[in-house]
């Protein structure tokens, strides 16, 4: 096997699941989307920019952490079997290849991503640049399809990077941590990023950037729906705004109606109506500590083997593995 790939979602029923969620979404008080529908192609273009900004530490910080501790990682571990949970381009898998290069012996990825064109794209390059790589790609939604990601070829390491975990609400991050351990067995790891609570000045400068980069991003989640279902917001009309919660450390972006409106969108046969400064919720984004995540883990038969940091305790790689309780950092 060099490249093979299951997909279990297409564009139909991704067009179905974004028309229940928005429904759902858009029928609750307060009304919310979900933040996964942010990535389009201009989406994922505008992320790409938010990752650069002076502001944004995380994408920053993480890759120097892996670009410092993913060697030694990789050498404890010795994985046969790389799996990447919303693989996207499938940037920071480098960090893990190139340890893995002078391993002598082929090694299977396995990301697991929504955007089959993105994959595609990534996995031409990786094939390119590491020829002892072999990969089964799975093409599904991570909170849906995770029980198609095929048996191990191997010890086996899974990456959940970038604080991706701190977009889920408490109940479907437990229910995506239980489907993480199912991945694993006895010698296998997951390695978690997350980012850590911190002052609200700096969370706050990180997703209401100076140059409005985060603003356009957080508006384009509405040209997805009008795209995808027909409807016509206005995405002008909505003002991006984000801010900290310490009672639940997390920061919670919203878009605000600057004056009432009636949206309209055919797809669902429904009609939305706004009041001025109401807002649509588009994204949480939980922060943790060492204990919040040692409790988070444990509550999914989990636990802690190492807890990596950056020097300003920004952001950490957490590496877990299943059972037992021998939480601990290095």
């Not at 705004?241 to 969108?265: G, K």
Request: charged letters at 25%; aromatic letters at 10%; proline letters at 5%.
């Amino acid at each position: 096997m060099r490249y093979q790939r299951d997909i279990h979602i297409d564009e139909h029923t991704l067009r179905k699941l974004i028309a229940d969620d928005v429904l759902d979404g858009l029928t609750h008080t307060p009304k919310f989307l979900q933040p996964k529908y942010f990535y389009d192609h201009t989406g994922s273009a505008l992320f790409e920019r938010i990752t650069r900004l002076p502001e944004y530490y995380l994408t920053r910080v993480e890759h120097g952490l892996l670009r410092s501790m993913a060697a030694p990682l990789i050498y404890d571990l010795a994985p046969d079997d790389l799996v990447e949970i919303g693989s996207g381009a499938s940037i920071k898998t480098h960090y893990f290849l190139d340890a893995l290069r002078g391993a002598g012996r082929r090694i299977r990825y396995v990301p697991v991503d929504v955007d089959v064109q993105m994959v595609d794209g990534a996995v031409e390059r990786l094939m390119r640049a590491y020829p002892f790589l072999d990969v089964h790609a799975v093409i599904g939604d991570f909170e849906r399809h995770l029980n198609h990601v095929p048996p191990p070829s191997g010890r086996r390491l899974v990456a959940f990077l970038g604080s991706t975990i701190g977009n889920l609400e408490p109940g479907a991050r437990h229910e995506l941590l239980l489907q993480l351990e199912g991945l694993l067995r006895g010698e296998d790891r997951l390695l978690l990023g997350v980012d850590l609570v911190k002052a609200p000045a700096i969370l706050e400068a990180a997703y209401n950037d100076g140059q409005g980069v985060t603003e356009e991003f957080n508006r384009n989640i509405l040209r997805v729906i009008n795209r995808e279902l027909g409807a016509d917001f206005d995405p002008r009309v909505f003002s991006h705004r984000a801010f900290y919660d310490p009672t639940t450390h997390r920061i919670e972006m919203h878009l605000f109606c600057d004056s009432p409106q009636t949206v309209c969108i055919p797809a669902l046969e429904l009609t939305v109506y706004f009041a001025a400064s109401e807002s649509i919720w588009t994204e949480s984004s939980y922060k943790f500590t060492l204990d919040s995540c040692v409790a988070m883990l444990r509550s999914a038969g989990l636990y802690v083997e190492r807890w990596l940091t950056d020097p300003g305790g920004q952001f950490a790689l957490v590496l877990a593995g299943r059972g037992g309780v021998r939480d601990g950092h290095a």
